[in-house]
């Protein structure tokens, strides 16, 4: 098997979080993905222009019914692509929403990406496609 011959494009990716209440506001509300399952104190999926954002309570997805179990610990990272033209203005809007920008990398093509945390502590990035080019 090669993993050319699979779509490569990540379909989702999971975080975890024991306040989903305080994840469901930040998400929703301060970064504005829509929320398509909500679960009270088991997970949140989130749905992005391009695939899910699933947030589960690592106390309820480690356990061993339904889903194999996986959780993590910690601070978790996850990068999310923007378009170059928008970076600007993208920072802009979350500082008027109250969110840190906690680092800002100039990267070795020149383009530049910047971090914040969620209320978990999980470190978020915004970056344009063009840091790999």
């Known amino acids: 098997m090669k993993i050319d011959n699979f779509s490569t494009q ?5 975080l975890y979080s024991r306040d989903l209440e305080a994840a469901k506001s930040f998400y929703v509300d301060k970064l504005g993905f829509t929320l398509y399952t909500y679960v009270p104190e088991t997970l949140l999926f989130l749905k992005m222009k391009s695939g899910m954002l699933l947030i589960f309570n ?3 997805s480690k356990n061993k019914e339904g889903l194999p179990p996986h959780f993590a610990e910690g601070k978790q990272h996850i990068a999310f692509n923007i378009d170059e033209e928008k970076y600007e203005k993208v920072k802009e809007e979350l500082k008027n929403e109250d969110i840190e920008i ?20 999980h ?11």
């Open 10 to 14: 990540i379909f989702e990716t999971c």
């Open 58 to 60: 690592p106390d309820k």
């Open 102 to 121: 906690i680092h800002e990398e100039t990267w070795p093509t020149g383009s530049k990406s910047f971090y914040f945390e969620d209320p978990e502590g």
């Open 123 to 133: 470190v978020l990035e915004f970056v344009p496609a063009s840091v790999w080019d």
